[in-house]
Structures are given as structure tokens and as C-alpha cells.
């Protein structure tokens, strides 16, 4: 017998993104089934939804088939920092690809909707500006950022092969860089990097000379526009760029987070990673005629938010025992 209430399966639910939307699926009155392997996730984002009779976290490697009933899927699986998704780029292409095939799997077995988190690196580095979904993108298909980009494209190919072959209900979503609290503290993307950074008063890593530019979105509005999406008749498959388009560089957001927390901490200058994008920043045109979805949330009013977040985790940090005195008590 079917349930009343709608079942949301969320792959990569204990990541950041995932705890989220977790929370905002759970909100709106659904049962929300959260499978992640933990391999950038933490049981602590989610640890305040495990009281909840309607949330349910499972152990579970995407790259292996899934055999659960739900109505809906949000396939977030995989790590999504340069430094996480390049620790080990084949799991990292088989995690996008082979995931997206089970998942595409599971959601053709139930008949269910499913949406992708695809990425703006769909885009490489690109040599259109901004960011429009029509743009086929500029990426080196043997660089270090590969497995994450050409992973995330084969997922898109995989999500619309089955939409023409199979008739499935799909939704993908292009997101740029997003940001907030429970980003993970080493998972060295540049808002969280920096502010820990600022938060110790050690130095601002800046890599390259600071003038390439990203557009960053906070995280509640970035949910808000999944879940917009997935609401979305069924003709709206995308792919739809889910972004802030208030573009800066890096240098400028280094600088606001030096203000924002009146660190002392003194910049350094890094190398820039190999084929790191110069420019990005979405354009949202399609998201705003489609979904009505624009974000609302100012950097500097997220800035404040992730800063306070960060502040409390390392406060905490701080006060907790160390290990064999943890163990002996
Ligand atoms: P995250 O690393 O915090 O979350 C990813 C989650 O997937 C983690 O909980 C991780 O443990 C889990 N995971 C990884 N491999 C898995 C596997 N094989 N099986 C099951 N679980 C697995 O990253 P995030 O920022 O929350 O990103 C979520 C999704 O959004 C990713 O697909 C990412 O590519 C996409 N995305 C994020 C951003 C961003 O700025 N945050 C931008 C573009 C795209
Ligand atoms: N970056 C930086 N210092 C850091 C981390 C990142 O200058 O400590 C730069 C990085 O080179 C890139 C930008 O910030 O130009 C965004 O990097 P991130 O890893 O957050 O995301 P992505 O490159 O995937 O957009």
C-alpha cells in the first residue's frame, strides 16, 4: 500500500548540501531516506534528524545497486571539493557515472522522479561568460579536474538517455559554488578554507594572483531552487544553472572575510591549481523564468552566517579533551 506521504531518497544525504536539504524535505512533511558511505559526509550533519521517526540514514556506496521504494530521488552522491574528488578520481568518475546508472536504475524500477546535481565545472574553464545552459563548455578531458567534470557530464548524458529511452521524469540541476554551514573545515574549497584560515589567525591562502572569479550562493537559497526544480511540471528537465550571479574574485572575497571576522591573519600567495577557471558565474535567466527562483541571501549576510558556524565548531574544537584523556574517562 502506498503511503500519503511522499518518500525522498537523498544519495550523498550526510553531506553538506545533503543535511539541508534533508531538513528541508522533513519540513515540508516528507519521509526523507538519507544513503551516503560517509566518505566526505559526517553522521553529524544529520545527527540532529536521527530523532525524527520520518529520517532514516543508511550506510551505502552508490556504485553498488540500491533496492528501496520511494517516489522521489536527489542524487548528490560524491565529493565535490577539488582536493576530495581528486584524493581518488577513479572512485570519484565511478561514484558520477556507475552511481548515476544505479540510481537511474532504481528510479526507472519505481517509476520515480530524479534529479542530478550536476556542476557549473560542466562548463571546464570556460571561454563563454557567463554561463548560459546552451554552452557545450571547455573541459580538458585528461587534467587533474577530469574525473569530477567528465563524470558529472557522462551523469548528464546517462540523465537524459534514459529521460528519450525510458520516458523518466528527470531533473538536473547545474549548481555553482555554494556555501555555508556544515561545509567540512579541511575540505579545502576556498569559503571554507578561508575563513578557518581567518577564524585561527593563520595565513590566507590565496592561490594564483586572486583575480579569478566565482559566484558564491548560500546554501538555504541553493535548496530552495532544488526543490522549486524537482516541483516543476514535468517538461522542466533542465539542465538549469542554480547560482548567485554576483560575480567576485577571490582576492575581493578573502578581503571581505578578513573584514567580516577583523582577523589579523596576513594573506600568502599559492600557486594556482592546474586548470582552475578563470571566470565563473552563472547565467540564471532560465531558473528565474521556469522555477521563479533567484537567490535572495547576500554574500556578506552568508558570510556572517558561515562565520558563526565555523566560530562554534572550532570554539568547540577547542574544548574537547583530548583523545586518551577521552578514552581513560
Ligand atoms: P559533500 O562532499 O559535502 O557531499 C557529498 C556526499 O556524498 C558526502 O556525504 C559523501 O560522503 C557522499 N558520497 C560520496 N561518494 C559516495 C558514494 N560512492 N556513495 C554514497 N555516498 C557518497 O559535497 P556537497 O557540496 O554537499 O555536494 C553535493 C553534490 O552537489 C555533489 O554531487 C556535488 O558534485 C554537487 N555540487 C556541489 C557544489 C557546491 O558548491 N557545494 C557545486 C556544484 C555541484
Ligand atoms: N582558492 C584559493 N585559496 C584556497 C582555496 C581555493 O585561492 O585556499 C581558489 C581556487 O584556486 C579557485 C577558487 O578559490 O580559484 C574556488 O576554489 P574552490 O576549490 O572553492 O572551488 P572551485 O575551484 O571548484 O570553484
Known sequence: MSSIRKRVLVTGGAGFLGSHLGERLLSEGADVLCVDNYFTGRKDNVAHLLANPRFEAMRHDVCFP????????????????????????VQTTKTSVSGAINMLGLAKRLRAKIFQASTSEVYGDPSVHPQREEYRGNVNAIGPRACYDEGKRCAETLFFDYHRQHRLRIRVARIFNTYGPRMHPNDGRVVSNFIVQALKGEP??????????????YVDDLIDGFVRLMAAPDEVTGPIN???????????????????????????????????????????????????????????QGLAKTIAYFDKLLTEQRQEPPATVKQLA
Open 204 to 217: 590566507i591562502t590565496l592561490y594564483g594572483d586572486g583575480t579569478q572569479t566565482r559566484a558564491f550562493c
Open 66 to 89: 540500491l533496492y528501496v521504494e520511494v517516489d522521489e530521488i536527489y542524487n548528490l552522491a560524491c565529493p565535490a571539493s577539488p582536493i576530495h574528488y581528486q584524493f581518488d578520481p
Open 242 to 300: 542554480l547560482g548567485n550571479p554576483v560575480e567576485t574574485t577571490v582576492a575581493e572575497l578573502a578581503a571581505k572575510i578578513i573584514a567580516l571576522t577583523g582577523s589579523r591573519s596576513p594573506i600568502v600567495r599559492r600557486p594556482l591549481p592546474v586548470d582552475d577557471p578563470v571566470q565563473r558565474c552563472p547565467d540564471i535567466d532560465r531558473a528565474k523564468t521556469l522555477l521563479a527562483w533567484q537567490p535572495k541571501i547576500p554574500l556578506d
